[in-house]
């Protein structure tokens, strides 16, 4: 079963502007990662946002978490082609790395 | 480069065959976690290893087995397979889930993409 849900599924903007991604998970967690994922590759991590932390910066991007909302959102500003990609939020309930749990994803197409 | 080595990259088998797959994880990781990726599943835990022991069992199907080697390299045992199970697997490494330095990252192979025809 999936614990996080990004939002949107999908999403499209030019070369220049602002991603922004949402996750919303279901229970309390130890912390939240943001993966990406290149077409049929391997997922790399990101960041890593504990559940102590609101804001965390690396980079072009930038991660809320909300955890009386159970949602973060991952920013990517002045986006580039190469951005273009999968993100998945990974949420991590145990503190242990068995117990990460990834969301659906995000397709994201930057257009140049 | 991840670090972690995942043979074969593409397999194509048919209904009711057994593969292997098979992990290296990086250097000094003694986790090896596998995945399966699929378009209607997401991606879906399957089962973890720490230092040869298994640790934590997900979504995994009783066809399907894995282990731990001593040399930390592990393998999934795919049996009787369906159509469904065609999906990307991916194996993952991290370093020590229990100890201090745990930051919960997950190393990823680049996958190995199983179609059952």
């Known amino acids: 079963s999936q614990q996080g849900e990004e939002d949107p599924q999908a999403l499209s903007i030019q070369e220049g502007e602002n991603a922004t991604m949402n996750c919303s998970y279901k229970?309390?967690?130890?912390?939240l990662q943001w993966y990406r994922q290149n077409s049929g590759r391997g997922l790399v991590h990101l960041i890593l946002?504990?559940?102590?932390?609101r804001e965390k910066h690396s980079g072009r991007l930038r991660v809320t978490l909300d955890t009386s909302k159970k949602s973060s959102s991952l920013l990517i500003t002045a986006s580039r082609a190469a951005d273009t990609a999968s993100y998945f939020c990974a949420t991590d309930a145990s503190g242990g790395a068995q117990k990460l749990v990834f969301g659906q994803g995000t397709r994201l197409t930057i257009n140049p | 480069d991840s670090g972690v080595t995942q043979t074969p990259k593409h397999l194509i088998t048919a209904t009711g065959q057994r593969v292997t797959l098979r992990c290296s994880p990086r250097s000094g990781d003694l986790s090896v976690y596998w995945y399966q990726q699929s378009l209607d599943q997401g991606l879906q835990f399957l089962i973890q290893y720490y230092n040869g022991e298994e640790r934590a069992k997900g979504n995994i199907l009783e066809r399907f087995s894995a282990q731990q080697f001593p040399d930390l390299h592990s393998e999934l045992n795919l049996s009787s397979l369906e159509l469904g199970d065609s999906a990307l697997y991916f194996c993952?490494?991290?370093?020590?889930?229990?100890?201090?330095?745990?930051?919960?990252?997950?190393?990823f192979g680049e996958g190995s993409r199983l179609t059952v025809l």
């Open positions: 229970t309390s967690i130890n912390n």
């Open positions: 993952a490494s991290s370093v020590d889930s229990w100890g201090e330095d745990y930051t919960g990252e997950l190393f």
């Open positions: 946002i504990r559940s102590n932390e």
